[in-house]
């Protein structure tokens, strides 16, 4: 029997590990501070493209965990960085917020619902049925149809939220187009991830509360994944699923010990 290689790089999903929206979580701050007191690497992974990494920063630190604005990796800055690689110097039409509109500009794309090459889908707190309408509307006419996320709800303290997956569902069956989901647990959105930190799949964790988008994503990354039960995913709900995590804890404060 293989004895595993410490972990040196880390991985860690934020919504519902770290934090409840702006609650956060036992053990969050701690296992942060321990990622950086110790220099490991490390990137807070989101799902959630409505803000910016520095919007982030300044939430996460209004929660009292302070993560700096570079290990900070959004779905939308996933989603860019695919655009860009896919039709450098594009156009897009945008169903979302600040934190995917800055990101497509800022690789180099123009926002229009004149003809554009792309329809992109992102999350939002105030989903327009006017907005809603035009991107159907345009994906009928030849826009290739972009989401940053399949999850279809996400935890909050006072429940479930709906999120980009369940707009994206109401587009696909209005259209009969699917779109193509770039956020977890695309292997886009785990490989750019490793980039950043220069990480290795045999010596890197990642940590989350879905099994059908965190756990799933590690898995097929080649990584060790942890999950926590402060999130989507419930302890009987575990046993539903065809793959396992590495380990199911309480929370993030149940980690903190195995960052050394």
Known sequence: MTTARPIETWLTD????LVHEEVPLPGASDFIEALKATGRRFL???????FTPRD???RLLGSGIDVPEDAIWTSALAT?????DQRPGGSAYVVGEAGLTTALHDVGYVMTDRKPDYVVLGETRTYSFEAITRAIRLIEGGARFIATNPDASGPSQHGTLPATGSVAALISTATGRQPYFIGKPNPLMMRTALDRIEGHSATT???GDRMDTDVISGLEAGLRTFLVL???TREEQVENFPYRP???VDGIKDLVSLIQ
């Open 246 to 248: 590495t380990k199911v």
């Open 230 to 232: 402060t999130g989507s």
């Open 205 to 207: 964790a990642m940590v």
């Open 80 to 84: 860019a960085k695919f655009l860009a």
């Open 56 to 58: 982030l920063r300044a």
């Open 44 to 50: 807070v992974l989101t799902n959630n493209s409505i």
């Open 14 to 17: 934020m919504d519902g590990v």
